[in-house]
């Protein structure tokens, strides 16, 4: 549990994909800054319902709620949205978490792998920044809780860098997430929005718990990170409740990568 630090009171931040996983820590980081919460969940009611209890028997400032919302359709986002405004007011944080993998070779992938990817992990982003810009620009400036109008943090990866052979449609959703987070950047900082990514390395997490969870796995997983260490949840957590405070507030436009320095290929190290 990370240390109150309340720099997030009387805000309302809504996170996808919160259940479990990174999502889950972040909610509970930004829960611990004195947020109201969204734990969005698809399919894990009971899950969603123990991450909400727990931020709110810390009894924080804030409140946590669950709201149901598949982000890859429209009218379950607005309905999600409009679900959290009625309740809590208004939405100040939007954090575009949900995301997952169906992995082919390319000149193997089923077109409904590439579209369930591109439809959940980049137009599931897109509804949620779509919704969340709207809410910020109907609300108006609040400059008691915050120096910006709104704010929006999309979980990308590594792979919008990286290439990923094998995991082509995830790699292009993510890549696709750079432009899109860029382009909102630049339409809406004059309204003063911040729009900005997350770039997970190896996080510790069900999406990639077939690697990490055998020896071999692990291994080969720590050839690619220079320190040596796979990444917690925790470690995205800290990072996005900041991201999402006004200590961070000249920072739009730009992905920040948590990666142990992943993004420096180390295969390079002894000259390649
Ligand atoms: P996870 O599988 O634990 O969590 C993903 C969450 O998204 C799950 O709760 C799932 O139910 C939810 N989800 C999937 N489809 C959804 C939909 N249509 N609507 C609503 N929710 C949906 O994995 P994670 O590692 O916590 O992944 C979170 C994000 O972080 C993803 O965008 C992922 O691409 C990104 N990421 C993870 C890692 C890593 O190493 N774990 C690395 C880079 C990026």
Same mark, same amino acid.
């Given at each position: 549990?990370?240390? $109150?630090?309340?720099?997030?009171?009387?805000?309302?931040?809504?996170?996808?994909?919160?259940?479990?996983?990174?999502?889950?820590?972040?909610?509970?980081?930004?829960?611990?800054?004195?947020?109201?919460?969204?734990?969005?969940?698809?399919?894990?009611?009971?899950?969603?319902?123990?991450?909400?209890?727990?931020?709110?028997?810390?009894?924080?400032?804030?409140?946590?709620?669950?709201?149901?919302?598949?982000?890859?359709?429209?009218?379950?986002?607005?309905?999600?949205?409009?679900?959290?405004?009625?309740?809590?007011?208004?939405?100040?944080?939007?954090?575009?978490?949900?995301?997952?993998?169906?992995?082919? $070779?390319?000149?193997?992938?089923?077109?409904?792998?590439?579209?369930?990817?591109?439809?959940?992990?980049?137009?599931?982003?897109?509804?949620?920044?779509?919704?969340?810009?709207?809410?910020?620009?109907?609300?108006?400036?609040?400059?008691?809780?915050?120096?910006?109008?709104?704010?929006?943090?999309?979980?990308?990866?590594?792979?919008?860098?990286?290439?990923?052979?094998?995991?082509?449609?995830?790699?292009?959703?993510?890549?696709?997430?750079?432009?899109?987070?860029?382009?909102?950047?630049?339409?809406?900082?004059?309204?003063?929005?911040?729009?900005?990514?997350?770039? $997970?390395?190896?996080?510790?997490?069900?999406?990639?718990?077939?690697?990490?969870?055998?020896?071999?796995?692990?291994?080969?997983?720590?050839?690619?990170?220079?320190?040596?260490?796979?990444?917690? $949840?925790?470690?995205?957590?800290?990072?996005?409740?900041?991201?999402?405070?006004?200590?961070?507030?000249?920072?739009?436009?730009?992905?920040?990568?948590?990666?142990?320095?992943?993004?420096?290929?180390?295969?390079?190290?002894?000259?390649?």
């Amino acid at each position: 549990m990370q240390k $109150p630090n309340k720099r997030l009171e009387n805000q309302t931040c809504i996170i996808t994909g919160s259940s479990g996983g990174i999502g889950k820590a972040v909610a509970q980081a930004m829960g611990a800054e004195g947020a109201n919460i969204v734990v969005n969940y698809r399919s894990s009611k009971e899950a969603a319902e123990e991450v909400a209890d727990e931020i709110n028997k810390n009894k924080l400032c804030g409140e946590a709620i669950v709201i149901k919302c598949d982000v890859s359709k429209e009218e379950d986002v607005k309905s999600m949205f409009k679900k959290t405004i009625n309740h809590f007011g208004t939405v100040d944080v939007c954090v575009a978490n949900a995301g997952l993998q169906i992995d082919h $070779p390319l000149h193997e992938m089923p077109l409904e792998a590439w579209k369930k990817v591109i439809d959940v992990n980049l137009t599931g982003q897109f509804l949620c920044a779509k919704e969340a810009i709207n809410e910020f620009l109907r609300r108006g400036m609040r400059k008691d809780v915050s120096n910006s109008l709104g704010k929006i943090i999309h979980m990308s990866s590594v792979h919008e860098e990286i290439p990923w052979a094998g995991h082509a449609n995830y790699a292009a959703s993510k890549g696709g997430l750079l432009m899109l987070m860029e382009s909102i950047c630049q339409a809406y900082a004059p309204h003063k929005i911040r729009c900005n990514s997350i770039a $997970p390395g190896a996080i510790k997490t069900d999406i990639n718990k077939d690697v990490w969870s055998t020896k071999e796995g692990r291994e080969n997983m720590l050839k690619l990170i220079p320190y040596k260490q796979i990444g917690v $949840p925790e470690d995205i957590g800290s990072v996005a409740s900041w991201l999402a405070s006004d200590e961070s507030e000249y920072i739009n436009g730009t992905t920040i990568f948590v990666d142990g320095g992943m993004t420096c290929y180390p295969g390079f190290t002894t000259n390649g």
